[in-house]
């Protein structure tokens, strides 16, 4: 069957725009571009937004033939003029953080390749080998943005060294050589080319470190926040819809006393008489069977049999295809972002969806809060709504089934996870805690970030858990966010420093889960108003998904139809 001219399009393009960006091919999965590496260069990012403008001039002219081709029209038009506002603000001569920078995904493009064969070991051997060119041309693209004071923040450029020279210093591109080394399917040859290759790569994230902590760093911008202008390119990158954060920020406040009021009952039951944070050192602590595991390798194989048991049960609830009806858990490795994270299949499916759990050094590995991060990232969370979206090939565009909009599908994510709470799979108090737990660090961050970003201040009669008064009527700062986090939220301070880096690196994404959870559970409230007895929660899921990933004023409209 031929495909429509708005389909034909999305094919085209998806191929053009994984020939530009070969880093984006692989992480969506796309064969034949493994050996290449993106151009971080000017030159490159100027190339990658002239397609994109020539192509969004393109799709307005293409005729619309059914309500498929609308959806998809609808989609890219806004996914396009989105990517170009930022484009047209500089964004790419400042993308630097600690979490989903260029130098990162750089870096991390070497974990989705595939690794079976001489073929393959010799498409990341040429990759790696062209590591230290990447780094050199985003260097010049970071020094464009210093010559035309487009500039990130201070705190960035220093998160984002320290990551590189985390790499460096573990010489982590030699893990690779190691792996080839231990392969029998791999000549020696390559093996030993790899090895020379690595410890050039390794060399130059030392050097890219040193230039972002010495040379970058000190003519970096002062200021964490990033003011009302970029935030709202980032509300409409991350949501897919403009939404007004003061409004946000105030609904943020009331869903924190209700969570705050549900935990401290959740609390009674798991040690009575306790505080939140003497029931999260128990729990953070107590080395019995039931509550922790004492090894990276234990840890890994619960958190697989935890999937595989939430794929089972799942069933009942959601429609899942056969093609992802696998998810594999995962250790990334060190230097990566303290939060769990997902990657996708790949377009054939030969490469499953994973699960990432950071270690973050640890030896002991407490269940309580990784449950729900279980369900969050795999079923019925992020690899359901990824890989359901990537199975409809006949209803949905090529650009659709690669994309993601983080207000959509984070918000979807912890959508699931109140789904489970509503299916009774948190029974455990311990695993109902960290339930909870994670939604409040959801709208915490919703709090934060636009207090950090836009200078919110905390309301007056702000309290700690004790009573005593937070800083009421305070300009928020990174600081005050901290402690505000790793107080209400139960998390380490390890792991609320990275956070708190993440969200003045990366504007609105923090948002997304929470005010994503907010539009998903209306939407559905709607349809159950509307459809009264007649109500399934299963179709109704189903027609959601199938929708692929559409913004949240998108969302919200197809739902009601």
């Given amino acids: 069957m031929s495909l429509s001219p708005v389909f034909a399009f999305a094919d085209r393009f998806v191929d053009e725009q994984s020939a530009l960006d070969p880093n984006l091919a692989t992480s969506r999965g796309v064969a034949g571009f493994d050996h290449l590496l993106t151009d971080l260069s000017p030159a490159g990012y100027e190339a990658r937004a002239a397609h994109l403008r020539g192509a969004l001039a393109e799709l307005a002219e293409l005729p619309i033939t059914n309500d498929d081709d609308r959806l998809a029209k609808e989609f890219v038009s806004e996914r396009f003029t989105t990517s170009l506002a930022a484009v047209d603000a500089g964004e790419w001569m400042r993308a630097l953080n600690a979490i989903a920078a260029p130098a990162g995904r750089l870096r991390a493009t070497f974990d989705l390749m595939p690794r079976d064969g ?30 035309r004071g487009i500039v990130a923040a201070r705190r960035q450029a220093l998160a984002a060294a320290d990551q590189a020279a985390t790499w460096a210093d573990d010489r982590w591109f030699g893990s690779l050589a190691r792996e080839a080394d231990a392969r029998s399917d791999v000549s020696p040859a390559v093996q030993a080319a790899l090895r020379d290759a690595a410890d ?58 209700r969570l705050r009021a549900e935990i401290a009952a ?153 789904l489970c709470d509503e299916f009774g799979w948190f ?17 915490v961050r919703v709090i934060i970030d636009i207090g950090m970003h836009l200078g919110y201040r905390i309301p007056q009669g702000t309290t700690a858990h004790d009573g005593t008064p937070f800083h009421g009527g305070e300009v928020w700062t990174p600081d ?65 998904l199938g929708l692929g990933p559409i913004g949240l004023d998108q969302l919200r409209a197809e739902l009601a139809r």
């Fill in 118 to 147: 001489d073929a393959a070991w010799e498409n990341i051997l040429t990759r790696v080998g062209l590591v230290p060119a990447a780094l050199a041309q985003l260097q010049a693209t970071y020094e464009q943005g210093r010559e």
């Fill in 200 to 257: 050039g790569a390794n060399a130059a994230y030392g050097n890219f470190a040193a230039y972002l902590r010495d040379t970058y760093a000190p003519a970096a911008d002062p200021n964490d926040g990033c003011g009302p202008e970029r935030y709202a390119l980032g509300v409409r990158a991350m949501l897919g819809a403009d939404l007004d954060p003061a409004e946000m920020y105030e609904w943020a406040w009331g869903d924190f006393h």
């Fill in 266 to 418: 959740t609390c009674a039951r798991i040690l009575p008489g306790a505080g939140f944070a003497e029931v999260i050192e128990l729990l953070d602590t107590d080395p019995s069977p039931e509550r922790a595991l004492h090894s990276a390798d234990e840890y890994q194989a619960w958190l697989q049999q935890l999937t595989d048991e939430a794929l089972a049960r799942s069933k009942q609830h959601f429609e899942i295809p056969a093609a992802i009806d696998r998810c594999e858990a995962l250790i990334p490795p060190a230097g990566s972002a303290a939060a769990a994270y997902y990657t996708n299949p790949s377009e054939d499916f030969t490469r499953p969806g994973r699960t990432w759990y950071p270690t973050l050094g640890r030896s002991l590995f407490p269940k309580w809060g990784d449950v729900t991060t279980c369900y969050h990232e795999s079923v019925p969370g992020h690899h359901l709504q990824i890989g359901y979206t990537m199975v409809q090939a006949g209803s949905l565009s090529r650009i659709q089934r690669g994309s993601f909009i983080s207000g959509h599908g984070e918000g979807w994510a912890l959508y699931a996870e109140q």
């Fill in 427 to 443: 029974e455990n108090p311990d695993h109902r805690l960290g339930f909870l737990a994670g939604q409040m660090l959801r709208t």
């Fill in 480 to 544: 005050l966010a901290f402690a505000f986090a790793v107080a209400e939220t139960g998390n380490t301070e390890d792991f609320m420093h990275s956070e708190i880096d993440r969200y003045l690196g990366w504007p609105a994404q923090a948002i997304s889960y929470k005010i994503g959870q907010r539009e998903w559970e209306a939407a559905r409230a709607d349809a159950m108003a509307r459809e009264g007895a007649a109500f399934d929660l299963k179709a109704w899921h189903t027609k959601a």
